[in-house]
Nanobody, 121 residues
Framework: QVQLVESGGGLVQPGGSLRLSCKASGSIFSINAMAWYRQAPTKVRELVATITSGDDTNYADSVKGRFTISRDSAKNMVYLQMNSLGPEDTAVYYC???????????????WGQGTQVTVSS
């Protein structure tokens, strides 16, 4: 069984910063790409940032220059540093990992339960 658990969400004022963390645990052979998504009320879930096993990163245009994704492969963790937050960043943030549970297994996506980020004065 595989679990992804996010942490670090909360309430922050506009212009503030938060750092989200996500830890993957359980029966894991290797992790390929990891990513952060978010879903605001009444909106579809959108991709925020991705990071490959080689540390190549990509960002949604809306967060470029403000958010930074990073990972600690030894700990099976991924992080999202969010700066200059605005009300438009309010959403539930989800972590996703594309991983293999065993050498012979196919890669599959696993999701965390999400952590709420609210940007408000």
């Amino acid at each position: 069984q595989v679990q992804l658990v996010e942490s670090g969400g909360g309430l922050v004022q506009p212009g503030g910063s938060l750092r989200l963390s996500c830890k993957a645990s359980g029966s894991i052979f290797s992790i390929n790409a990891m990513a952060w998504y978010r879903q605001a009320p009444t909106k579809v879930r959108e991709l925020v940032a991705t990071i490959t096993s080689g540390d190549d990163t990509n960002y949604a245009d809306s967060v470029k220059g403000r958010f930074t994704i990073s990972r600690d492969s030894a700990k099976n963790m991924v992080y999202l540093q969010m700066n200059s937050l605005g009300p438009e960043d309010t959403a539930v943030y989800y972590c996703k990992a594309n991983l293999q549970r065993a050498r012979w297994a196919i890669r599959a996506d696993y999701w965390g339960q999400g952590t709420q980020v609210t940007v408000s004065s």
